[in-house]
């Protein structure tokens, strides 16, 4: 095992392979607050990519309701179960990883869920945490007792990727040029030891070709500066796209970095795994802070007060707004004139969105159509 610098538990970790980041690093943030579990995202990557026989199974983007929701069944809870009681001390993870903690002979702690275990990925759907809601109950008074929220899900493109280190055949990698982990088909032998080693469960078994798949992050439309199929399409607005650097190299222009590293406002899930994950998720500001922090580490605290008093902050209201305002990747962005500009990486403007809407107006009698307006806002 090689000694690895992981910034998301503020220490070196042991994994199977020396530390080799990619020159830029697939990333994305989910203001999961906004999420309203349309499943848009889900088919939209379904009918791009999964849509073939042995496929049918497959979500490689799933939106879950947490906490009761799993795909596959018990994802989260089965493994932190298996990796037992763990500690935070001051912001460092004094816990094991799943790569530290494995037994002799293995690569890491996991288990590879049963067939069935992918049969059902609304399980759990709606269902709320915090007590029965009983007929003509109202609350007026926050935080409320009873919650859930959504939890969408893709591949996390890990800096320190569970499938790549489980298998035996070296057949997954991670692309030098954009941090995207893919699996070769060709080198695959369908040993599944991916699905084991993701501690996410984002690596799928196909029965026909008996290789494995996973989400390939959308890499062609990355590679013409347009983002992934399962962010364009989020009706909600919720996903924000690019690439992150890593903290000592944050970049304040770049809206990913200046959410994750500078705000800290976006916080990837299951830190305490080990794999350094690469989608970033804004608290749901109503639920439990214990339960966030289970889920987001730490941080989970400090991002949900920053998150309130986002109308206080133009610049982070500004990031804000820019998810979901364009297909393109944006690469920096700026607050200018009550305005929130996106550029690409050449400098290009892409996107311009207005800090504050105009409120407008209209008259009740409009001369020019001959007809009456009835404004109902
Ligand atoms: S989320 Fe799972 S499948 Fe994706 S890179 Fe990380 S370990 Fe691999
Ligand atoms: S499309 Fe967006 S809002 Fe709808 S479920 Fe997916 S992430 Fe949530």
Known sequence: ????NNWQLSREMEFPYGESRSNRQWAGVFDINKCIG??????????TWTTGRGQEYMFWNNVE?????????????????????????NGVYQGKTIFEAKQ???KMVGFTPEDEDWSYPNIGEDEIAGGPVSQGMYINYLPHP???FYLPRTCNHCTYPGCLAACPRKAIYKRKEDGVVL???????????????????KTMYRVNTRVSEKCIGCYPKIEQGLISQCFEMCIGKIRMQGFLNTPEKADPANPLDFLVHIKKVALPSYPQFGTEPNIYYIPPKQVPLDYLTQIFGPGAKKAVETYKNAKEDEKLIGALLLTGSTEKLIGSFKIQNGQAIGYDRKG????????KEPTVVRPHYDKRLDVYRLDVT
């Open 183 to 201: 699996i070769d088909q060709k080198r695959c032998r369908g040993y599944r030891k991916c699905l084991k080693g993701c501690p996410y469960k």
């Open 1 to 4: 095992m090689a000694k690895v």
């Open 65 to 89: 309701t947490k906490p009761y929701g799993y795909y596959p069944l018990g994802w989260d809870v089965k493994l932190l179960e298996m990796l037992e009681t763990q500690e935070w001390g």
């Open 146 to 148: 009873v919650w859930f």
């Open 38 to 47: 349309c499943q848009t995202c889900s088919l939209a990557c379904k009918t």
């Open 104 to 106: 002799a002979g293995e």
């Open 348 to 355: 290009n403007e892409i996107t311009r969105v207005p800090i």
